[in-house]
C-alpha cells in the first residue's frame, strides 16, 4: 500500500537517477498541455508539448509508490505475470536479420529469405513496425543519384548486425552471395531516415559474419562471428568509438571466450556476457567438429578482462543462432538450435548474474514454434519477437535443410496490465465487442489484424 499524506504540504521530488541514456528516455522532458491519470498505483503521462520538441504521443507510467518513475520489472515476471499476448501474421519473411528498437517502434534491416535474389547488388531493405498500432510498412528505397551515394546505402545482406545510439543506427557485417563478408560501417538516421557512412579510423575489423554487437555508453562492442578472409572463427573484441568513430582491437587479458560465431552478447551493467554460439572441436578452424558451449562468459569493459567464472548446476542445452536480451539486470534466452541434438528450441530461460544461477521461465498463453535466427527487441516492458526458421512441419523438430521461413511476429509482456488481460478475454472468449469504447475496439483489430507485405514462400537452406 502506498502512504497516506501526512499533511496539506507541496513537496518537490529529487530529480530522477536514470542511470545512463536508455533509462533517461523513461523519464518525460518538462512539457505543458499534457494529461495525468491514475489507474491503481501508477499515473499515466501522455502528449504535451515544449518548445524545442513540439508535441509528443510517447506514453509515460510514473510508480507512485517507489516515486521513482521507474517501475521494479521483475516482479511481476516472478508472480507468473509473464505472458504472451501478440501473435500476427504477414510480417517481413526474414531470417538472419537485424533489427534494434527505437522509441515505439522496431527497425528491422534485410536478412535472408528462400526465393529472393541475393547475387545481385540491390539496398538492403528496411522494415518497421509500430508497437501502438500492431503494424509493419516498409520503406521507400533511397534515391541514390549516383555511384557514388549508393555506396552510402548497404547492399542486401544477412548475418550483419543492428545498434542504437543516440538517434543512429550503426550496420556492420554480414554478407550476400555475391559480395561475400563485409567490413563497411554503414549508419542510418532515425529522424531523416537517410544512410551515410561515417569516415573512420582506427584498426578495423576484418569482414565477417555470425558475429554479435552490443552498446555502452557510445562504444559499440563487436564479439567473434565467422571471418571471411582468414577463413575462421573469431573470439576477438573489437570497439568502436562512435564519438571519434575509431575502431580498436581491445587488449584482453584472462581466458577469452572461445572461437565461435552465431553466438549472443548483452551488456548488463558494464560487463558483456557471452553465451552459446557454434565453435569448432578443433579451434578457430571449421572442421565440422561442431561444440555448443552452455556456459555462461563474461568480459568486463571497465578492466578489458575476461572474467573467471563459477559453473551454474542448472543450464541450458547449449545452441546458435538464439535470441537474448537484458531485463531488469537479468539475461534471458530464447530459441535456437543445436547441431549436434538436431534439434530446434523455444524455451526461455533467465539467467541472474548475482546468484550466478539459471532458471527456465514458463510464460503464460501461446508462444512461437521452435526456431532459429529470428530477431527480439525490448520495448519498454515487451519483447517483440519475429521471424526465424524452423523445420518444416511434416519434417518435425530436426532435419537442417527442410526449414520454412516465418513472417509472423510475437509479443511477450513482462507486466501485462488489467486492461491487456481483459483484452485477451475478450479475443479469447469471443465476447461481444460493440458496447466497448472505440478505442478499445481499435486496440482489440489490431491484437488480431494479419499483416499483409508477406511472401508465401518456403525455404530449404541450411
Known sequence: MCPKPMSLRWAKLPPVRTGGREHAREVPYMRYGHTAVLVDETIYIWGGRNDTEGACNVLYAFDVCRRDGLAQRSAAAER???????????????????????????YSFGGYCSGEDYETLRQIDVHVFNTVSLRWTKLPPVRTGGREHARE??????????????????????????????????????CQHRWFTPKISGSVPGARDGHSACVLGKAMYIFGGYEQLADCFSNEIHKLDTSSMCWSLVSARGTPARWRDFHSATIIGTKMFVFGGRADRFGPFHSNNEIYCNKIKIFDTETNCWLNTPTAQLLPEGRRSHSAFAYNGELYIFGGYNARLDRHFNDLWKFNPEAFSW??????????????????????????????????????MGDEFNLMDHSDLYILDFSPNLKTLCKLAVIQYSLEQSGLPHDIRWELTAMTTNSNISRPIFSSHG
Not at 507468473?80 to 522509441?103: F, I, K, Q, Y
Open 80 to 106: 507468473g505475470m509473464l505472458r504472451w499476448t501478440v501473435h500476427l501474421e504477414g510480417g517481413p519473411r526474414r531470417v538472419n536479420h537485424a533489427a534494434v528498437a527505437v522509441g515505439h517502434k522496431v
Open 153 to 190: 546505402v548497404p547492399y542486401m545482406r544477412y548475418g550483419h548486425t543492428a545498434v542504437l545510439v543516440d538517434e543512429t543506427i550503426y550496420i556492420w557485417g554480414g554478407r550476400n552471395d555475391t559480395e561475400g563478408a563485409c567490413n563497411v560501417l554503414y549508419a542510418f538516421d532515425v
Open 359 to 396: 532458471k527456465k521461465v514458463e510464460p503464460k498463453g501461446k508462444g512461437p514454434c521452435p526456431r532459429r535466427r529470428q530477431c527480439c527487441c525490448m520495448v519498454g516492458d515487451r519483447i517483440i519477437l519475429f521471424g526465424g526458421t524452423s523445420p518444416c512441419p511434416e519434417q518435425g
